[in-house]
């Protein structure tokens, strides 16, 4: 039951809307027609859009904190098989590379 998750790339990935929100609050100080507010607040509107839009393609957003609980119970069981076959295999020194000379 392998699950591929999208890779994000790195620019995509800041969602800090502190700054946004801080150059409206300046736009809102210097400019009292809020023609420079407005474009401030444009900027911020699309920057939360954007995160809206990345959290609703986030894997697992559909699934409910019991599913995903579950799922990751079954990935551990899986992984704990997987590491007892390998040492199994280990164990059996198929695998031992002959030393050259």
């Not at 839009?53 to 599913?67: F, K």
């Amino acid at each position: 039951m392998a699950v591929s998750q999208p890779r994000v790339e790195k620019d995509s990935e800041d969602c800090s809307l502190l700054p946004l929100v801080h150059d409206v609050i300046k736009c809102m100080d210097k400019d009292k027609d809020g023609q420079d507010v407005h474009q401030e607040l444009m900027k911020l509107k699309t920057k939360i859009q954007k995160a809206r839009e990345q959290i609703s393609n986030m894997p697992g957003i559909d699934s409910s904190p019991q599913e995903q609980q579950h799922q990751l119970a079954t990935l551990r069981e899986q992984v704990r098989t997987k590491n007892q076959l390998l040492q199994k295999y280990k164990s059996l020194c198929m695998f031992d590379v002959p030393k050259a000379s």
